[in-house]
């Protein structure tokens, strides 16, 4: 089955800086990737996706890259605040349908 | 205001209780989906169902049950079998399985 594998696991940067959270999988027939973000106690919101037909999406301050290739995709921030602290999940759907999770970065951006 | 809601927040049981916790949507999703996540973990996949009176097995279903009897509800009982309950419980949605999946505000379980 599809095997996600996420890092690093713990990232701090300083506001302003970027962030960079990498994942690869291994189930080539994957074609969907999400990012999630989890803030305590909350569950995961989606801030991002990319399908495999695309190399590279944007959203304002968020960005993800994805390497069918390679089989890797990240996550990159820019300009980070302090409200982008939180755990960020990356997740790849499998040739069954079903979305396979790597463990989480925790991100802290300091003042 | 749409969304998928899951009660209680928290949840408090003894060992060898089964317990069942509420996930609703009113967002007329096709297909809920039922994850458990311990820390330092990533989600891990109970159940899941794409229709109503209709689910499969996830990744670690041993010790759990389900059933869809409406659309927009999908509880999940715990059951005493479930050697390691305790856990936050995260129930998800989505239009049709090939579409994006939301989650819900999450059920921190407890048994002691």
């Known amino acids: 089955g599809e095997n996600v594998e996420q890092h690093p696991s713990t990232l701090s940067v300083q506001e302003g800086d970027s962030a960079v959270i990498k994942c690869t999988y291994s189930d080539s027939a994957s074609n969907y990737f999400p990012w999630y973000k989890q803030e305590l106690g909350k569950g995961p919101q989606l801030i991002i996706d990319?399908?495999?037909?695309?190399g590279e999406k944007k959203d304002q301050r968020i960005a993800v890259t994805l390497n069918k290739t390679a089989k890797h995709f990240s996550l990159h921030i820019t300009e980070t605040q302090p409200e982008d602290s939180a755990v960020y999940f990356c997740a790849a759907r499998d040739s069954w349908g079903k979305l396979q999770f790597g463990a989480g970065t925790q991100v802290v951006v300091t003042p | 205001d749409g969304g998928i809601t899951q009660s209680p927040k928290y949840l408090f049981r003894k060992e060898g209780q089964n317990v069942t916790l509420s996930c609703e949507q009113n967002l007329n999703h096709d297909a809920m989906y039922w994850y458990r996540q311990d820390p330092g973990q990533g989600l891990r996949l109970i159940y899941y169902?794409?229709?109503?009176?209709?689910?499969q097995k996830g990744d670690i279903a041993e010790g759990y049950s389900v059933s869809r009897e409406k659309k927009e509800s999908f509880p999940l009982t715990v059951t005493s079998a479930q050697k390691n309950p305790t856990a936050f419980y995260l129930c998800?949605?989505?239009?049709?399985?090939?579409?994006?999946?939301?989650f819900g505000p999450g059920t921190r379980l407890t048994v002691t």
């Open positions: 998800a949605s989505s239009r049709d399985r090939g579409s994006e999946q939301y």
């Open positions: 169902s794409q229709i109503v009176n209709d689910f």
């Open positions: 990319i399908r495999s037909n695309v």
